[in-house]
């Protein structure tokens, strides 16, 4: 018979982490304290770049872009794991779960993008200094982040649409603490080739193209760096990209362990072990590590701190 697709259920419910009862306090308030460090750190990365006018350059401008996308990609799951860890009631309903998937998708999208974008802007200011002024001018820059932003939506929407046309019928516990797309396609009831083939095309292209442009931006900088090596040179490349390289393999490296490197005989909590990496580690670390090694973002933060100062002694004259 030919199966209609037709969704047949209204909620999903989500299992959550694979914590003891007796440890859901404990790690309630760790992942609590991480998820506000994510939210205060990333906003106070785009406060300091918005108030300093040295910061206001191309390398800044994709920092702030990026630090917003690590608030926006934290937030769409993390909350609701909070909520579930300290309720009974874990259920998420159909159209919450399918925005949550659309979202989770598009600025996990929007980073891979944005770190790609980062790598370039670090080429040409290596490699091609005189015309770096020229080359990453603001509206070249704004193009590239608005680009990256159109195309990570239709990469959503896309596997969202096809989500749409899968059947559910009987199965509705989401072995996961949110809606992931292939986890809700191992549980349907209807044919998901198109959604796999698309997925292994579509979805691998834009996960691709990104890592592969950086490692090709980084072939370029320490091939001109090589040419005329110097100690000096060397330090200074180091010093520009190496916060950028740690951010890139902490990304990659946790989304290749969930996505590529997982098999069905690996144990599903490592894999939502890697998730939690990828999704509350990594995004509270941008911060410390675009910050604590930066003197232009140490200089912004003495200026924020002594302004407040100035103002608290203001209003207390």
Request: net charge positive.
């Amino acid at each position: 018979m030919k199966r209609e697709n037709v969704t047949t259920v209204s909620e999903f419910l989500l299992q959550g982490l694979p914590i003891p009862p007796e440890q859901q306090g404990l790690f309630f308030t760790l992942f609590l304290v991480m998820y506000l460090a994510t939210v205060v750190g990333n906003l106070l990365i785009i406060l300091l770049i918005r108030m300093d006018t040295r910061l206001h350059t191309p390398m800044y401008f994709f920092l702030s872009a990026l630090a917003f996308t690590d608030v926006s990609f934290s937030s769409v799951t993390v909350p609701k794991m909070l909520v579930d860890m300290q309720s009974n009631h874990k259920f998420i309903p159909y159209a919450g779960c399918v925005s949550q998937m659309y979202f989770f998708i598009w600025f996990g999208c929007l980073d891979n993008f944005l770190l790609a974008v980062m790598a370039y802007d670090r080429y040409v200011a290596i490699c091609q200094p005189l015309h770096y002024t020229t080359i990453m001018r603001q509206e070249r820059c704004i193009s590239l982040v608005t680009v990256s932003w159109l195309l990570c939506c239709f990469h959503s929407l896309l596997h969202t649409l096809l989500l749409a046309q899968v059947s559910f019928c009987g199965n509705i516990a989401i072995p996961h603490f949110f809606c992931d797309l292939t986890a809700l396609l191992k549980m349907s009831c209807s044919d998901i080739s198109l959604n796999e083939l698309v997925i292994f095309v579509e979805g691998g292209l834009i996960v691709s193209l990104p890592f592969f442009s950086i490692m090709a931006s980084y072939i370029r900088i320490w091939a001109t760096v090589l040419r005329n090596p110097s100690r000096k040179k060397f330090f200074k490349v180091l010093s520009t990209c190496g916060s950028h390289l740690l951010v890139v393999a902490l990304y990659y490296g946790t989304i290749a362990e969930v996505y590529f490197f997982s098999s069905s005989s690996v144990s599903s909590n490592k894999e939502i072990a890697a998730s939690v990496m990828y999704m509350i580690v990594t995004p509270m670390l941008n911060p410390f590590i675009y910050s604590l090694r930066n003197r232009d973002m140490k200089h912004a933060l003495k200026l924020l701190v002594n302004r407040m100062k100035f103002c608290k002694s203001d209003n207390l004259i």
